[in-house]
Nanobody
Framework: EVRLVESGGDMVQPGGSLRLSCVAS????????MSWVRQTPGKGPEWVAT???????DYRPFAKGRFTISRDDAKNAVYLQMDSLEPEDTAVYYC?????WGQGTQVTVSS
């Protein structure tokens, strides 16, 4: 089955950290660029970060210096380490690649 499954979302206080995971199946994971995208109610999808098949990374300005995207091709997994979280980071975070979307994982940053 071709799919992406995210996990790791939670509720944290401002300044806290979370590590999101996305596990892929059904396609040649190592050949694809992988991205994280987030969405909040009333707003369109917002690209967060991408890691290419060769490991190059790119970030939206709000994510630079706070978020780190990485991948483990042996595990068919991509990760998003999020530090110094702010209430504005509250969203559903989705993994995206190869025309696929996961089901999303909720991140809530609140005191």
């Amino acid at each position: 089955e071709v799919r992406l499954v995210e996990s790791g979302g939670d509720m944290v206080q401002p300044g806290g950290s979370l590590r999101l995971s996305c596990v892929a199946s059904g396609f040649t994971f190592s050949s694809y660029d992988m991205s994280w995208v987030r969405q909040t109610p009333g707003k369109g999808p917002e690209w967060v970060a991408t890691i290419t098949s060769i490991g190059s990374t790119d970030y939206r300005p709000f994510a630079k210096g706070r978020f780190t995207i990485s991948r483990d091709d042996a595990k068919n997994a991509v990760y998003l380490q999020m530090d110094s979280l702010e209430p504005e980071d509250t969203a559903v975070y989705y993994c995206h690649a190869a025309g696929l979307w996961g089901q999303g994982t909720q991140v809530t940053v609140s005191s």
